[in-house]
């Protein structure tokens, strides 16, 4: 895992296509804003464990 310090207003790359942008800070929490194509999807990981979650319950014969 690659670990930046970044400050409100500032951002990093991700390939030449992506940006993740440190919006704001208030208290323990950071909010972020990232560019990325349509094509690539973006998720909090919660939402990315419900997805996993209903699609092994749509098939339960295929593996992870």
Excluded: Q, T
Excluded at 2 to 19: A, M, P, Q, Y
């Amino acid at each position: 895992m690659l670990v930046f310090s970044r400050k409100e207003n500032e951002w990093i790359c991700i390939g030449d296509n992506i940006r993740i942008y440190v919006v704001g800070i208030r208290g323990d929490k950071v909010r972020l804003g990232i560019e990325a194509p349509k094509e690539i999807p973006v998720h909090r990981h919660e939402v990315v464990e419900r997805i996993a979650a209903a699609a092994r319950a749509s098939n339960p014969d295929v593996s992870d």
